[in-house]
């Protein structure tokens, strides 16, 4: 992992959060968390995401499973889970920072047909949060979907094939196998279209298309 891009991406973040709080951006799919403390756990639905941290580090409880994450590892969550979440390394002088990609089953399930066929691999764990590490093509995409936060004009025809970039670095990686179960949501089969999944209360974004609800980061 870069650590100049990494770098870039945390500046990035911190300018665009400008103060604490989890912030909704005009990429729909898109919102932005700063902390300059540690917080509280906090119960939330954690739908179908990407969560990567740029600064500090964040844990997620499922049940009785813990999941800790920082700049070298992000979560994955493939379906809709009541989760507590809870930043436990964040300071004035080097803030938690972080983001948040909501994965739309639909749009999973349109790219997986047209990766066509991969390597077998073995079939996604019942759970459905993952932790896996910050492969250097995944975090280029992520900062490139952030820069074009400075360049609003350029969100509706960037903004979605950098965000199907990412969707496919993950189907890459070794978490294929989850996004395949992300695709499936609501039942419908792995290939094939399905219909947004884990919302349970949506907000309107600047760009006007569907963003995840939820937590970010």
Do not use: N
């Amino acid at each position: 992992m870069s650590g100049s891009t990494l770098a870039e991406l945390a500046a990035l973040v911190e300018r665009q959060a400008g103060g604490d709080g989890r912030h909704p951006t005009a990429i729909g799919a898109l919102s932005l968390s700063r902390y300059s403390k540690p917080t509280e756990p906090v119960m939330a639905v954690c739908g179908p995401s990407l969560c990567l941290v740029a600064g500090g580090r964040k844990r997620v409880i499922l049940g009785d499973e813990m999941y800790t994450y920082d700049p070298a590892r992000f979560l994955l969550a493939s379906v809709a889970l009541p989760v507590a979440g809870q930043v436990v390394e964040a300071s004035p002088a080097a803030p938690y920072l972080a983001l948040r990609i909501g994965l739309d089953p639909g749009h999973v399930a349109e790219l997986i047909a047209e990766a066509g066929p991969v390597e077998p691999a073995d079939p996604a764990p019942a759970r459905g949060l993952a932790i896996s590490p910050v492969e250097p093509p995944l975090l280029d995409a992520v900062v490139r979907l952030v820069r074009l936060l400075d360049a609003p004009r350029e969100i509706g025809v960037l903004g979605p094939l950098v965000l199907r970039e990412i969707t496919y670095r993950l189907l890459l990686g070794e978490q294929g196998p989850r996004l395949r179960q992300i695709a499936a949501v609501d039942g419908g089969p792995a290939g094939s279209p399905g219909r947004s999944a884990g919302s349970r209360t949506t907000s309107p974004s600047r760009s006007g298309s569907k963003a995840w609800p939820a937590r970010s980061g």
